[in-house]
């Protein structure tokens, strides 16, 4: 009877240990993620995300480089971050049911539109600030918009606490920022059906777009580039982005 209650105490002493050692380690993870330890910044992951990135094909030196340095993990909301692997090759939830892109698709955006220090760039599609804060690490000077008021205030705060001077606006991506316009280069990271005029008009001449264009499970990625007043589109890579919605109609105007 007395040996039974002891394998049975200590059977019990182990089982709570591997489950707390469970528990324990699942916290570890989360705070690793969250990078609340000064020393866990996940540069091993970045590294070896930029691998993946040369083995498919990306080769812009510069681009690689800002993907090294960029802290990806920083701009997953906290909310969203324990179902997150911030550093996979693939796109990982944001909240509000949106995503930010895979590291690959955010790599071959910025090689085709090929950002340059102090060109004016538009990106529609905030959501965690990433693609925003690549560029804006690239030297590019950056306005950016996002019609979920609480991803573009999450956006604000971490691209000012990882240091870039992003302008991000709440708002209807559809209808661009005409008082900064005309713009060197515009990247649109959510897919609308038909080409939003007012984003091509706000274009410069000479520059270039890069948007996903489709209906929600068949989109093309689309190249466009205006020169001496025309418009010359290219067709790119098959992709999947989230619906870009068409934002709340204008007020009436008064009589
Ligand atoms: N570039 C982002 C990922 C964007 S996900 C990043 O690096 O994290 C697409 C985003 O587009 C979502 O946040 C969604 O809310 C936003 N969006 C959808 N329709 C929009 C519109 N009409 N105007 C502005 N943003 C829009």
Not at 7 to 18: H, K, Y
Request: net charge negative; glycine share 10%.
């Amino acid at each position: 009877m007395n040996r039974f209650r002891v394998f049975a105490v200590v059977g019990l002493l182990v089982t709570l240990s591997f489950w707390l050692g469970g528990v324990g380690g699942w916290f570890g993870r989360v705070a690793a993620r969250s990078g609340t330890g000064e020393d866990n910044d996940m540069s091993d992951q970045r590294a070896e995300m930029v691998r993946t990135l040369r083995a498919y094909g990306v080769r812009d030196e510069k681009i690689l480089a800002t993907m090294g340095r960029v802290r990806r993990h920083r701009f997953i909301p906290e909310s969203a971050l324990w179902a997150a692997d911030p550093y996979g090759d693939h796109p990982c939830p944001i909240g509000h049911q949106q995503t930010i892109s895979q590291p690959y698709i955010v790599a071959y955006m910025t090689e085709r539109i090929a950002p340059r220090a102090g060109e004016k760039i538009l990106e529609i599609g905030t959501g965690s600030g990433y693609q925003a804060a690549v560029l804006a690490d690239l030297g590019a000077d950056v306005y950016s918009i996002e019609i979920i008021p609480e991803l573009a205030d999450h956006a604000r705060g971490v691209l000012a606490s990882e240091g870039y001077d992003v302008k991000v606006l709440t708002g209807d991506g559809y209808k661009g920022w005409p008082e900064h316009a005309p713009f060197d280069a515009v990247i649109v990271t959510c897919a609308p059906e038909d080409m939003p005029k007012a984003l091509v008009d706000q274009l410069k001449d000479g520059g270039r777009m890069i948007l996903p264009l489709g209906e929600r499970y068949s989109q093309r990625l689309v190249i466009l580039r205006k020169e001496a007043g025309q418009v010359k589109i290219e067709e790119d890579l098959p992709v999947r982005f989230v619906p870009m919605v068409p934002g709340p109609a204008d007020p009436p105007a008064s009589p």
